[in-house]
T-cell receptor, first 112, second 115 residues
Framework: GNSVTQMEGPVTLSEEAFLTINCTYTATGYPSLFWYVQYPGEGLQLLLKATKADDKGSNKGFEATYRKETTSFHLEKGSVQVSDSAVYFCALSERSQGNLIFGKGTKLSVKP | EPEVTQTPSHQVTQMGQEVILRCVPISNHLYFYWYRQILGQKVEFLVSFYNNEISEKSEIFDDQFSVERPDGSNFTLKIRSTKLEDSAMYFC?????????????FGPGTRLTVL
């Protein structure tokens, strides 16, 4: 079945450090891929998405590229800020369905 | 900015009791979802709902669970007889349309604790 695997947290970085959170997926078809973010006390918010191979999603300085050959969708940001501290979830959705399949989430803490 | 709201934020109940978790989706959205996250585990899909009926459900969504849109605004998840393993964070989501291209907007969640 379809599944998403992302790196275990927590990840602790200093401000302005480079961030990578790895995400790989298993899917029978051609899914869309997403990164959601959850700030403390809030719901999940869509951060970025990519709907086909080689697409790059980007938002708020974060980006991720849909790599079909490696079945990956790694999240990157060149210079993190304290305000980026949150839990990040990688997810996929098959084209014909709406439900999302999530990874376990990775908690990011950015220290000043 | 419109948002999905959920009540209560935290529900504590005794094993075997019925609970109803409430959600108010974004007003022009047509598709509604429930997900749950057991502590330390993945966010898991439970059910999707459209046009007053279930459109898809997971293996988790057994006969103990039901969903309803009792009026034009609320969307509820009922657990008929709670078990200890139902303790989790429950998220409601809504979207304008179905399919993988459409963004789902999530509520802040209800933490359910079954004692």
């Amino acid at each position: 079945g379809n599944s998403v695997t992302q790196m275990e947290g927590p990840v602790t970085l200093s401000e302005e450090a480079f961030l990578t959170i790895n995400c790989t997926y298993t899917a029978t078809g051609y899914p869309s891929l997403f990164w959601y973010v959850q700030y403390p006390g809030e719901g999940l918010q869509l951060l970025l998405k990519a709907t086909k191979a080689d697409d790059k999603g980007s938002n708020k300085g974060f980006e991720a590229t849909y790599r079909k050959e490696t079945t990956s969708f790694h999240l990157e940001k060149g210079s993190v800020q304290v305000s980026d501290s949150a839990v990040y979830f990688c997810a996929l959705s098959e084209r014909s369905q709406g439900n999302l399949i999530f990874g376990k989430g990775t908690k990011l803490s950015v220290k000043p | 900015e419109p948002e999905v709201t959920q009540t209560p934020s935290h529900q504590v109940t005794q094993m075997g009791q019925e609970v109803i978790l409430r959600c108010v989706p974004i007003s022009n959205h047509l598709y509604f979802y429930w997900y749950r996250q057991i502590l330390g585990q993945k966010v898991e899909f439970l059910v999707s709902f459209y046009n007053n009926e279930i459109s898809e459900k997971s293996e988790i969504f057994d006969d103990q669970f039901s969903v309803e849109r009792p009026d034009g605004s609320n969307f509820t998840l009922k657990i008929r007889s709670t078990k200890l393993e139902d303790s989790a964070m429950y998220f409601c989501a809504s979207s304008e349309d179905s399919g993988s291209y459409n963004e789902q907007f999530f509520g802040p969640g209800t933490r359910l604790t079954v004692l």
